[in-house]
């Protein structure tokens, strides 16, 4: 439970991060508790666009590349996410999948893992697993982009009512 009193914030904005959630459901109707009528919240992720059984086998490896490596339970799929209403408390009023507009800034992260990992070995220091993995899955992020059929970014706002 968040510790602020009922209708008491402003706005509420959950940047890549509800994904780590296995019950989203819960921590929005939290969010929704706090924020003031009227008032937004935003949050903006990465998709399934359909359920993941229903996807190729190596977009299912990229999946799981990421998300078992970035302490991701799942993705969440965006019909569901488009349903969430936080027990009535929230309204979505808009939707923007982000498309490729987001490519250039998403580019970053295999070219900066990348350097990490060779600035680690320069210096012989050993690659802790917590640091491999981070590696692993931000190496991995761009071709989880590239499976546009069945993963999709998305930017979602949702109205206190």
């Known amino acids: 439970q968040i510790p602020l009193a009922d209708a008491s914030v402003d706005g509420v904005f959950y940047l890549e991060s509800l994904c780590h959630s296995v019950r989203p459901d819960e921590a929005l109707t939290e969010a929704a ?3 003031k009528p009227g008032q937004r ?3 903006t992720d990465g998709f399934l ?4 059984s229903e996807t190729s086998r190596l977009f299912r490896h990229t999946v799981h590349a990421v998300a ?6 799942m993705f969440h799929e965006i019909e569901r996410a488009r349903q969430w209403n936080a027990d009535g408390q929230l309204r979505r009023i808009k939707d923007v999948e982000c ?9 970053h992260a295999a070219h900066l893992s990348a350097m990490h990992w060779l600035r680690l070995v320069v210096r ?3 690659v802790t697993r917590w ?13 989880l982009g590239l499976y546009r059929r069945y993963f999709r970014y998305h930017l979602i706002v ?3 009512v």
């Open 33 to 35: 508790r706090v924020l």
């Open 41 to 43: 919240l935003a949050l």
């Open 49 to 52: 666009t359909r359920p993941l």
């Open 68 to 73: 078992d490596n970035w302490a991701v339970p």
């Open 99 to 107: 498309g490729w507009r987001l490519g250039p800034s998403a580019l």
């Open 124 to 126: 012989h220091r050993r």
């Open 131 to 143: 640091q491999w993995r981070h590696l692993t899955a931000s190496a991995y992020t761009i071709a």
């Open 158 to 160: 949702f109205e206190r």
